[in-house]
């Protein structure tokens, strides 16, 4: 998605979170049991600022866009920044983060120190940190424009929190991708880099 925005004339920075990345692609320092949706709105918030001084950044054109989790991420930094963010876009956001913490475990107290999540160990301010957070609250608070890309047959984020977020976002369109899961085929995927570069076209 990245090549295809830069390709498009598009200056776009892309970055690791801390700890965010169980795997050997993963160039982030930290530790995933030091990990959570919060610690990466503060790493998000950290490489806006360390954008600031970049001759490439318009400040007055900021787009975010995350997907699954870091779409999460990006859209509590655009409701606690919404006069900074110009756009928010998001590929398969994970919203149903929240109601999985709770499918989990009966109370915060029950939460171990680790835990096995889809074969990745986190820590337990992972579950602790969102626990009491309301997600939709929170976004209702971003007012700019919102694009939404989730596919029909995603199992691991039904595709119904796509849709309740875009009803709670003030201004979100949200397209449903055919066929597609949890991470979008190429097809999918130019599909919806196609979108969104028209629809930064007509908001920048």
Known sequence: MQENLATSGFAVYAFDFAGGSGYDSGKSEGEMTD???LTEVQNLKDAL???ENQEFFDKDNLYLLGGSQGAVVSSIVAAENPE???GLILLYPAFSLFDDAHNRFESAEAIPETYNLMG???GSRYFTDIWDYNI???ISQYDGDVRIFHGTDDDLVPIFYAERASEVFPHA???KLKGEGHGFSNSAQEEAAENIVNFIKETE
Do not use: C, G
Request: charged share 15%; aromatic share 6%; no cysteine.
């Open 120 to 122: 990745l160990t986190v």
């Open 84 to 86: 900074a963010v110009k």
């Open 173 to 175: 369109v949200l397209t």
């Open 35 to 37: 990990m959570s949706v």
């Open 49 to 51: 600022v360390a954008l």
């Open 136 to 138: 939709y609250d929170k």
